[in-house]
């Protein structure tokens, strides 16, 4: 049976090299070898400039240069892998350093490639090819196991992930973001009266629906457990967050699955709950999980089929499914 899955496993079609030294010849000869072959390539002089690009647009193999003025290539690889964001990115030392302490020294340090100069170009260009392999195969092993196994979409550990990279990222640019929990209503009633083998058939229709309706290519919806979705929106304000909610239940409504034992409809509906924030270092991201829970649990309260932002007061449901409160 199909499920998201294929669409979030295709192979990507190209992958980017981001190619660092300090002489402009250098890269330019660089950049002559290594430019065909459907590869992105990536040029900076400065260890400082290679970090900017590689937090801002993570490439898939880095070529690092060791002798750089004001910051080395052995100092540019210990806070590659200090962050989160860049530290799985393979990086192969091209330098003029051979002795073989050097080479220990960046291995030692991370680096899963030592090339001395002056180097043979096919040589460099088949380690380049072997390296972007393995990493298209590691990636693709790593998204695998982040995927939840009945839905396809994302697993409660991708959430974990990212939730924590994307309060990094928005805490350096000092950008709000949002959490969106997510309950499919009365779904043990669901269960328990058309069974488990067609609950799990409205999970896959939700996650679809809830899918489509999260476009942008930074957010992430993930499956929490259960009947539970969670949704990360990195730079949204409350406001942005609210929009997205109620377009995610508005597409469920739209769906139109029978829930015959629901007292809120006789379709399948979801609660929402939205917590927002600009992250800062006296916060932690988990805690953005336990205020989103909290506001559907209000959403619980004032109905169901229904919107609630965190700290706002309830409010009369009034008919179900008016949406935003």
């Given at each position: 049976m199909s499920t998201l899955r294929e669409e979030l496993v295709e192979p990507v079609s190209s992958q980017t090299v981001l190619l660092v030294d300090d002489v402009p010849a250098n890269l330019d000869v660089l950049l002559e070898h290594l430019q065909s072959g459907g590869i992105r390539l990536l040029a900076a002089t400065s260890g400082r400039e290679a970090l900017v690009l590689a937090q801002k647009n993570p490439p898939d193999l880095i070529l690092l240069d060791v002798m750089m003025p004001g910051m080395d290539g052995y100092e540019v690889l210990k806070?590659?892998?200090?962050?989160?964001?860049?530290?799985?990115?393979?990086?192969?030392?091209?330098?003029?350093?051979?002795?073989?302490?050097?080479?220990?020294?960046?291995?030692?340090?991370?680096?899963?490639?030592?090339?001395?100069?002056?180097?043979?170009?096919?040589?460099?260009?088949?380690r380049v090819k072997n390296h972007l392999e393995l990493k298209r195969k590691s990636d693709l092993l790593a998204k695998l196991a982040l995927l939840d196994g009945l839905t396809g979409i994302a697993n409660r550990r991708q959430l974990e992930l990212t939730l924590e990279l994307e309060w990094a990222r928005c805490l350096r640019n000092g950008c709000p973001l949002s959490v969106i929990m997510i309950d499919v209503?009365?779904?043990?009633?669901?269960?328990?009266?058309?069974?488990?083998?067609?609950?799990?058939?409205?999970?896959?229709?939700?996650?679809?629906?809830?899918?489509?309706?999260?476009?942008?290519?930074?957010?992430?919806?993930?499956?929490?457990?259960?009947?539970?979705?969670?949704?990360?929106?990195?730079?949204?304000?409350?406001?942005?967050?609210?929009?997205?909610?109620?377009?995610?239940?508005?597409?469920v409504?739209?769906?139109?699955?029978?829930?015959?034992?629901?007292?809120?409809?006789?379709?399948?509906?979801?609660?929402?709950?939205?917590?927002?924030?600009?992250?800062?270092?006296?916060?932690?991201?988990?805690?953005?999980?336990e205020v989103a829970d909290a506001a559907l649990y209000q959403a619980k309260k004032a109905g169901r089929n229904c919107v609630r932002r965190a700290g706002e007061e309830l409010e009369d449901a009034g008919s179900n499914g008016s949406g935003l409160r």
């Open positions: 806070r590659l892998k200090d962050d989160i964001a860049t530290r799985d990115i393979p990086v192969i030392f091209v330098t003029a350093m051979s002795d073989s302490v050097d080479e220990a020294k960046g291995l030692a340090l991370g680096a899963v490639d030592y090339i001395a100069k002056p180097f043979v170009v096919p040589v460099l260009k088949a209503d009365h779904f043990k009633a669901y269960n328990d009266h058309l069974g488990h083998g067609q609950g799990d058939e409205c999970l896959r229709a939700v996650a679809k629906a809830l899918h489509g309706a999260t476009r942008r290519a930074g957010d992430l919806l993930a499956r929490y457990g259960g009947e539970e979705f969670v949704v990360v929106l990195p730079s949204s304000s409350t406001e942005d967050a609210l929009q997205t909610a109620e377009a995610l239940r508005r597409c409504l739209r769906q139109r699955l029978s829930h015959p034992n629901s007292p809120v409809s006789h379709l399948v509906t979801i609660s929402l709950g939205i917590a927002s924030a600009v992250p800062s270092k006296t916060r932690i991201a988990s805690h953005m999980m």
